[in-house]
């Protein structure tokens, strides 16, 4: 079976000698040429290809344009052919929708492979890459917001009283307050944290220290 393609890539002379690599052994046929991310959109909704190969660096750019496909649902999957090495570029793209992210440097014969793999509902992307992509999602993961880190210096110490299994009016004798303000400030705690308890907020303490 024949898979289908739609190729979209703002240089012409590139994009024919793609054309010609890709439908070389007759497995692959590309269905529908653009140059841009609008005219990708429209083509990828009038042929329903199998995969939609798109340029990163298009007019209106690949990734807009893999995200507007993906939604649609008009293509079977979506690939990206850039020259790009940037791991937020590769994050980018799958974050759209993309499933395959291929540098132009490969070969025609790897180019078909890859496609192969790709309509068959393989993930795509080079070793190098897929790490540094990897270290990116880490990073962005490490750095979304914490309801902990919404405490006040004060509620701080209070729960980390708390976490050491002290009690209320042990923890106000050691910040040198009243028994009735430290309840106070654990029932804020509480709703910051969204806890049902003092263990739960403990808890939720203890694991978010040790990932500091």
Do not use: C
């Amino acid at each position: 079976m024949t898979i289908r393609i739609i190729l979209a890539d703002d240089h012409p002379i590139f994009r024919d000698g793609l054309v010609h690599s890709i439908e070389e052994t007759g497995t692959l046929e590309v269905v529908g040429i653009g140059g841009s991310a609008e005219e990708a959109v429209a083509l990828a909704a009038q042929y329903k290809p199998d995969v939609a190969l798109l340029d990163l660096s298009m007019p209106g750019n690949g990734i807009t344009a893999a995200a507007r496909i993906a939604q649609a649902g008009t293509a079977g999957a979506i690939a990206m052919l850039t020259v790009s090495e940037d791991g937020a570029d590769v994050t980018a793209a799958m974050q759209a929708g993309a499933t395959g992210y291929i540098l132009k440097g490969v070969s025609a014969a790897e180019l078909r492979g890859i496609l192969q793999k790709i309509a068959a509902g393989e993930a795509h992307v080079s070793p190098g890459l897929a790490a540094q992509m990897l270290r990116i999602m880490q990073k962005s993961e490490k750095a979304e917001h914490r309801p902990i880190d919404d405490l006040t210096k004060r509620e701080e110490d209070i729960l980390k009283g708390v976490a050491a299994g002290k009690s209320n009016k042990e923890i106000g004798l050691d910040l040198k307050i009243q028994e009735k303000t430290v309840k106070h400030y654990m029932t804020i705690i509480l709703s910051k944290l969204q806890a049902r308890n003092r263990v739960e907020a403990a808890l939720i303490a203890q694991k978010a220290w040790a990932e500091k």
